[in-house]
């Protein structure tokens, strides 16, 4: 089993000083991820909604079938920089170079949110498994129905 677990505090400036800073959750790992387990995590008193992102391996690309998908990491650096080599497409929906955290920071400047999990797997993933999931609570659904990753 691979897995590393990185909460760390938001580091970007709000356009509300006095809201508290939350902590966001990244994860790396060589296990089935629950999209059940983010959901809780991003769960907050002072969030109404609660939008999700499961990036699912899927039978096909660029018409041929597909199986499973193979990514590699070396864990302790993928928090920090994804740095996944995917055998058969890059199919996640953010560049495999981008770091989690550049990405949780990224989504706290531009949309008013609560707090954020993304996970990410290593190893095999067959069709139909979450390759990538994404939690983001806020206060209410238009700031987390808004974020958007590309």
């Not at 995590?41 to 018409?63: H, K, L, Q, W, Y």
């Not at 079938?65 to 996944?84: D, F, H, R, S, T």
Request: charged share 20%; glycine share 6%.
């Amino acid at each position: 089993m691979i897995e590393m677990i990185s909460p760390f505090p938001a580091q970007v400036k709000r356009s509300n000083p006095t809201k508290p800073q939350s902590m966001d959750w990244s994860l790396v790992t060589g296990e089935p991820l629950d999209l059940n387990q983010f959901v809780a995590f991003v769960s907050d008193p002072s969030a109404g909604a609660i939008s999700t992102f499961s990036g699912v391996t899927r039978n096909n690309f660029n018409g041929k079938a597909v199986k499973k998908l193979e990514y590699e990491a070396y864990v302790p650096m993928a928090v920090k920089k994804i740095e996944v080599g995917v055998c058969m497409a890059q199919c996640i929906h953010y560049s495999c170079l981008q770091p989690i955290q550049e990405i949780i920071t990224e989504i706290k400047s531009r949309w008013d949110v609560c707090k954020v999990a993304i996970g990410h797997r290593t190893g095999v993933v067959n069709v139909g498994e979450p390759s990538v999931v994404i939690a983001v609570s806020s206060a209410h659904r238009r700031a987390s129905l808004e974020v958007r990753i590309v």
